[in-house]
């Protein structure tokens, strides 16, 4: 009885080392960096704030186009900042979006 369970789990084992072997076959070689990706995303969008901002007539680069207060809105609404987070904190506190 001890010498076909030794068995059984030889075999067992086996099996499970050419699966995982398979499986590390399929993964790439290396995976992005979330960090470079998060880089990028935030040039690109510092590129089109800039561009937004130069086909403005009028407008100024002093700054202001970073703040979080609506110059424009009556009611006193303060605007997020553009991330890609905001859907998710919104989700996360329970508001409406």
Do not use: C, Y
């Not at 001890?2 to 080392?17: D, N, R």
């Amino acid at each position: 009885m001890g010498l076909f369970i030794i068995v059984l789990l030889s075999v067992a084992t086996v099996l499970l080392i050419r699966n995982m072997n398979k499986r590390l076959r399929r993964l790439p070689d290396s995976f992005p960096d979330e960090r470079d990706a998060a880089r990028q995303a935030e040039i690109a969008r510092l590129d089109a704030d800039l561009a937004r901002s130069e086909g403005v007539p009028g407008s100024t680069s002093s700054g202001t186009e970073n703040s979080t207060v609506d110059d424009g809105g009556a009611d006193g609404e303060v605007k997020r900042p553009a991330s890609g987070r905001a859907a998710a904190d919104d989700l996360d506190r329970g508001e409406r979006a």
